[in-house]
């Protein structure tokens, strides 16, 4: 760890201790809550995959702790029971089994799990049989073989058994016979296509991992009683039923509950607590009630068991008391009355409980908990009732949506931290807020605005008009909107006596524009607009236009020419020299341009970012490779020998022969693989890291060097580091072009520089375009530099041949 990590651990510790002291003062005495999830694997498996989430809990509520317990069906039914536990995570046949004999507050919150690429909070069953089959319906099912997982499996077995029972088949009496394969569920699949079984029953999802694992091939299967009007993104045969419900039990405190769901709420899919526990995160909770129907129905636990009275157990229940009944009717009929009264206000009280519940979990789902201003959610929402007011009552408005993205915002919460960014973050939204409360009471008094935290430093601003404006007016409107809500970041923010200037790029879209506008539409239209902000520089208000919805059709057109362009040699690599601050040269890095017929030589953002979206890349990458290692044979044959970098993207590291393709290439040009640095990115380390690791140390030793390009710009690039067998550090030209000029991109790039020198690793300074950058870096560490000051892009077999 660095001395800056260090130091600022110490400091979290050093608040943590306060903390617990002045909770100590408060007379608020520290508490350890026990939170039980279902094992249905070993337990020590179970408690490595949930501890994150008992941790990341834990910070939730200062002060207390989440301690973690994994266990079977049984021994987590004993804990409920004994009291040991405050929370449960378990299924949804297992929840309504102990709703059913304990007191318990509701679900506070639903799992979110990844199903072939799908984010999902439900599940369901799926029957089917082979397309060569004469089952045509679930009617055909009677009297037939059946594969299923197990009879206690929701979407393995009783989903499709309660939808059979809807068609008049009660399983399994009614079924020539029930083969029990047990896990995984890709027996069932495998007893179908034996000819084992005339059926098969698997949870939804299974038939396509099947598939995409190479073996199953769906077409050979006729899926029956398929739901194709739910958005189920997967094979459905059932009813949806929700995933594993986050459950408080009653003695739990009200606040704490909130606190634990507002957590649970916010935990996002792509932090390690989610990659850990393999899950999506979780979501406001679902409806378990169809689970209890299923299980009434089906006579499942707890609902298994007939309830027999007879006389003797009444007698034997309420003899005292039709004896003291007998001598004593006036006391009881006293007592029944205040019982009845006491009863009543405690279902009056119960019923204000489950309406104060609601309106928390509403404001969860609806409003962002850092800032307090309504959320994605809400947004889309209110412009889904927008347009349904417009299409459905004929009442055409005009109204403007405005998306607000912070300017450098990503930089500073590094070199300040995440405290510091949330601060600035509330600080933003109430400027925001205030401007639009200040909007609203203008003379301009026939519209409403809301204001809206979409993400991160993302913003918008809704303003509703209760008419429709002209063409001019609304152009006038959206001109004033726009400087009064630039004047938001005029006025430098202060932090600590500290002021500090901001500014935002901007985009907005006045909607509808035709009969056939809708949400996505106008979303769509505004991220347009906000992508060409973003080009223009810092500071910008751009209006969509007509034209700009144009880039996505070049888009369209870059994706269907690329091909053709990497077949038939339109692309050329350009070199641009890495030299020492002496003006010697040191290396260089290949750039690929791409000599389009028509549009003249096209720069990599033009196509790039198309290839990035698919497979396109791969086989860019591959004709990058063969290129390069062209262009260092013809040094060779020149006596030129010098190093080149090239860039190799995360699609293309990925690929399963990734390793043995790019050494038999080296291979057959008989080039020296010490001579070629291959230059990856952040968002490919933190992806399957063990995988990064085992093929980055295999390329190592054969001879590649390794570097990390635009160090500083992606995610927990330090507590990587050490892990990785790299030789360089390339640092982003967005930090490089600020060091003299700004203090936060100063203190980055010497951070930056000092934890290359502590690791022994050579660092690149990308985009030197002036004296004094040159002079700031030269001043702090022996660096290699690579930019315009010394040398743009060159065509490469001009560049090489000038060397010679």
């Given at each position: 760890?660095s001395?800056?990590?260090?130091f600022v ?6 608040a943590l201790?306060?903390l617990?002291?002045l909770?100590i ?6 508490k350890t ?14 408690e490595?995959?949930?501890q994150p ?6 910070k939730a509520?200062?002060g207390?702790e989440?301690?973690l317990?994994?266990?079977?069906y049984?021994d987590?039914d004993a804990l ?8 449960v ?11 059913y004999?304990q007191?318990?507050?509701?679900a506070?919150a639903?799992?979110l799990?990844?199903?072939?690429g799908?984010?999902?909070s ?5 029957i089917?049989?082979?397309?060569t089959?004469?089952?045509?319906t679930?009617?055909d099912?009677k009297?037939q073989?059946?594969?299923?997982v197990?009879?206690d499996?929701?979407?393995?077995y009783?989903a499709?058994?309660?939808?059979l ?11 020539s016979?029930?083969?029990l ?11 179908v296509l034996?000819?084992?079984?005339d ?5 939804t ?5 099947l598939q995409?694992?190479g073996r ?12 194709t ?7 459905l045969s ?26 649970l709420l916010m ?5 390690s ?12 909770p679902a409806d378990?009630a ?5 299980a009434?129905?089906l006579?499942?636990p ?10 003797a157990d009444?007698w ?6 039709a004896l ?7 006391v ?16 009056t ?5 489950i309406?104060a519940?609601a309106?928390r979990?509403h404001?969860?789902?609806?409003y ?7 959320n ?20 055409h ?5 405005i998306?607000i ?7 500073l919460?590094l070199?300040?931290g995440n ?8 600080a933003?939204a ?17 519209f ?6 979409l993400?991160a430093d993302?913003?918008a ?5 209760n ?5 001019e007016?609304?152009?006038q409107?959206?001109?004033?909107m ?6 938001c970041?005029?006025?430098p ?12 790029r ?7 524009d ?5 949400t996505?539409a ?5 991220n347009?607009?906000l992508d060409q902000?973003r080009?223009?520089?810092?500071g ?5 236009e ?7 059709i ?6 269907k ?8 040699q339109?692309?050329c ?8 601050a ?10 690929v341009?791409?000599q389009?017929p028509e549009?003249?030589?096209l ?11 698919s497979?396109l ?9 063969a ?7 013809l040094?060779d ?12 993207s ?7 022969n ?9 291979y057959a ?7 070629l ?17 085992s ?7 054969f001879?590649?060097?390794?570097s990390i390009d635009?160090?500083g ?6 507590s990587?580091?050490?892990h990785l067998p790299?030789?360089e550090?390339?640092i982003?030209?967005s ?5 003299s000029?700004?203090a936060?991109s ?8 000092a ?9 690149v ?5 002036t ?6 870096l030269?001043?702090?560490?022996e ?5 315009y000051y010394f ?12 060397l010679?």
């Amino acid at each position: 760890m660095s001395g800056t990590g260090c130091f600022v651990f110490y400091r979290f510790r050093q608040a943590l201790g306060l903390l617990g002291l002045l909770l100590i003062s408060l007379g608020i005495e520290a508490k350890t809550f026990t939170l039980g999830v279902l094992s249905p694997r070993p337990v020590a498996i179970t408690e490595e995959r949930w501890q994150p989430l008992a941790d990341y809990l834990s910070k939730a509520l200062p002060g207390h702790e989440i301690q973690l317990k994994a266990a079977n069906y049984k021994d987590l039914d004993a804990l409920v029971t004994s009291g040991e536990l405050d929370f449960v995570l378990t299924n949804p046949s297992h929840y309504i089994h102990i709703r059913y004999h304990q007191e318990l507050s509701g679900a506070l919150a639903t799992l979110l799990v990844e199903d072939q690429g799908h984010r999902l909070s439900g599940f369901g069953g799926v029957i089917f049989t082979l397309k060569t089959s004469n089952v045509q319906t679930l009617a055909d099912l009677k009297n037939q073989r059946l594969a299923a997982v197990s009879s206690d499996s929701l979407g393995g077995y009783q989903a499709q058994a309660f939808e059979l029972m809807q068609q008049g088949i009660r399983l399994p009496e009614e079924a020539s016979q029930l083969l029990l394969t047990g896990m995984p569920h890709d027996l069932a699949v495998t007893a179908v296509l034996k000819g084992q079984a005339d059926a098969g029953f698997v949870r939804t999802g299974v038939l396509e991992a099947l598939q995409a694992e190479g073996r199953l091939d769906l077409n050979k299967l006729r899926i029956l009683n398929p739901q194709t009007d739910r958005g189920f993104p997967l094979h459905l045969s059932t009813h949806l039923y929700p995933e594993w419900p986050f459950v408080a039990l009653a003695k739990v405190d009200d606040d704490i509950s909130r606190r634990i769901a507002a957590a649970l709420l916010m935990l996002k899919a792509d932090s390690s607590v989610a990659q850990a526990a393999h899950i999506q995160g979780f979501a406001i909770p679902a409806d378990y009630a169809p689970v209890e129907d299923l299980a009434r129905a089906l006579r499942l636990p707890p609902y298994d068991q007939p309830f027999q009275l007879t006389f003797a157990d009444i007698w034997a229940q309420w003899k005292h008391w039709a004896l003291i009944l007998l001598s004593s009717l006036a006391v009881l009929l006293l007592a029944g009355s205040l019982y009845l009264l006491y009863t009543n206000r405690k279902l009056t009280r119960s019923h204000a409980e489950i309406k104060a519940m609601a309106q928390r979990v509403h404001h969860l789902a609806y409003y962002d908990p850092l800032t307090g201003l309504s959320n994605r959610l809400y947004l889309n929402q209110t412009l889904d009732e927008i347009f349904a007011t417009n299409h459905h009552e004929y009442k055409h408005t005009s109204n403007l949506l405005i998306f607000i993205n912070l300017d450098r915002f990503k930089v500073l919460n590094l070199a300040r931290g995440n405290n510091f960014g949330d601060q600035l973050l509330k600080a933003v939204a109430e400027r925001l807020h205030q401007q639009s409360a200040a909007l609203d009471t203008q003379r301009f008094g026939y519209f409403q605005t809301w204001v809206a935290r979409l993400n991160a430093d993302e913003f918008a601003v809704l303003v509703a008009f209760n008419r429709k404006l002209s063409s001019e007016m609304e152009w006038q409107l959206g001109e004033s909107m726009a400087q009064q809500l630039q004047a938001c970041f005029q006025e430098p923010l202060e932090f600590d006596g500290e002021q500090l200037s901001l500014s935002a790029r901007m985009a907005s879209s006045y909607f509808p524009d035709s009969p056939q506008d809708s949400t996505e539409a106008v979303i769509r239209r505004v991220n347009t607009a906000l992508d060409q902000a973003r080009r223009e520089g810092g500071g910008r208000f751009v209006f969509f236009e007509a034209p700009m919805g144009e880039q996505a059709i070049q888009h369209f057109q870059i994706e269907k020419e690329l091909p053709h362009a990497i077949r038939n040699q339109e692309l050329c690599l350009y070199l641009q020299p890495q030299m020492r601050a002496s003006g010697q040269l040191a290396a260089a890095e290949a750039l690929v341009r791409w000599q389009h017929p028509e549009k003249g030589l096209l720069a990599p953002g033009a196509f790039i970012p198309v290839a990035e979206e698919s497979n396109l890349i791969v086989d860019l990458g591959c004709w990058v490779v063969a290129e390069a290692l062209r262009l260092l044979k013809l040094a060779d044959e020149k006596n030129l020998s010098f190093e080149l970098s090239i860039n190799i993207s995360a699609r293309h590291f990925h690929q399963t022969n990734f390793v043995s393709w790019i050494k038999d290439q080296v291979y057959a040009s008989g080039v020296s693989p010490q001579r070629l640095t291959l230059e990856i990115t952040e968002s490919l380390i933190i992806d399957n890291l063990d995988e990064v690791i085992s093929k980055m140390q295999e390329l190592r030793q054969f001879g590649f060097k390794f570097s990390i390009d635009d160090f500083g710009t992606g995610y927990s690039s330090l507590s990587y580091l050490k892990h990785l067998p790299i030789h360089e550090l390339k640092i982003d030209k967005s930090f490089v072009q600020d060091v003299s000029t700004d203090a936060d991109s100063a203190a980055l790039v010497e951070t930056i520089l000092a934890v290359a020198e502590k690791m022994q690793l050579q660092v690149v300074a990308e985009g030197v375009e002036t004296l004094e950058q040159l002079q700031f870096l030269c001043n702090r560490a022996e660096i290699l530099y690579q930019g315009y000051y010394f040398s743009k892009p060159q065509p490469a077999e001009e560049w090489i041949n000038s060397l010679a």
